[in-house]
């Protein structure tokens, strides 16, 4: 009975992913994602009471992917500087292909759904354990020297999402999203600073 | 006449700015700033249309106290490190003096009045040029080589202004401006990075 309830449950996420990542949060209604899946509303609404807490999970999972993904590919890499690259690409790579699902948590914008910004420090705190891993990668093959990693890490970590930051000072439009091109750019000034940075950590 | 004009406008924002600094944007109003001067509230709108212009002038008046100390400051300093310190903690110590006229731009909020949007990216160009100032120091003093120094500036800076996103994720209000304590975190965040970031560009 759980078993069949969890199917149930990961085939609305399913449903709902594809329709967030097409048309958004805004343009998109509970009753159409039922329609998608011939399930009544009632019983969509009984997994997700309403489509703040629906677009929250589709949000997890995407970050989920980003967590999974991300991490694989830095327990694949042959030193610091390939980490690094891989960590920064794959991460950004994800976001562009779910654009529409990122996009909310991307823009600043102050009617960020409360369930959404819950996901987000989960997520902050995950990656500065990634670029911990990173950096202890480093200090073991590489010769970095580095006085505290987790403190390290996250001043590394606050710099790169910093960039987006310069995206939208350059754009003057604070509460836009990067456009999927821009993401590109951003992309660019990270693996800059990163390998500025990380040559830094080299006594 | 001219000089009797702008001898009027400088009272004027003298006046505002003391109110705005104690009381901020939102609880000031344009008839108290009239009456601090004893001046009637048609001459104070004869200068300025309205309060968010007014705000606006003031907030640039702040502006550029942040750009003439620093570079005041930069001039003066010996050697990259140096510059770099004087230039992070004079610019943090005026915002925190004018915490109430920076706490709009400096909380990312929608409603940031356009034209104060509009100082912001002056603000952000004349600080790129001071970084590149104080890159151009460490390359002639400090054995610095650096390929590019105008985009090294802009990497560096926005890693810099990256730092309040740190705090904010931290705190996880995303639109409140940071309290004067935390100006003291962000700071010491940015020292350390500055510090491993131009280490990095030693060959």
Redesign the interface.
């Known amino acids: 009975m759980a078993k069949n309830a969890d199917a149930k449950r990961m085939k609305i996420l399913e449903a709902a992913k594809r329709r967030f990542a097409h048309f958004g949060l805004a343009k998109t209604t509970m009753a159409e994602i039922a329609q998608d899946l011939s399930f009544s509303k009632a019983l969509l609404y009984y997994y997700f009471p309403d489509k703040n807490r629906l677009y929250a999970s589709v949000f997890e999972m995407a970050v989920d992917e980003i967590i999974t993904e991300t991490t694989a590919k830095i327990e694949d890499a042959n030193g610091v500087c390939q980490a690094m690259d891989a960590f920064l690409s794959t991460r950004l790579q994800i976001i562009k292909d779910n654009y529409s699902i990122f996009e909310y948590a991307y823009s ?3 009617e ?1 759904p409360p369930d959404v ?1 819950e996901v ?2 989960k997520l ?1 705190e995950k990656e500065i354990q990634q670029v911990s891993t990173i950096l202890r990668k480093g200090i073991k093959h590489d010769g970095l020297v580095v006085d505290d990693v987790e ?2 890490a ?2 590394l ?10 995206i939208l ?2 754009v ?1 439009s ?2 836009l999203p990067p456009s999927k091109e821009e993401f590109d750019y951003i992309l660019g ?1 990270q693996q ?2 990163a ?7 080299k006594s």
Chains 1, 2 share one sequence.
């Open positions: 600043l914008r102050s960020l910004e987000l420090p902050f403190v390290t996250k001043i970590l606050i710099s790169l999402l910093g960039m987006r930051l310069g000072q350059e003057k604070l509460f000034l800059k600073l390998k500025i940075f990380l040559n830094g950590l």
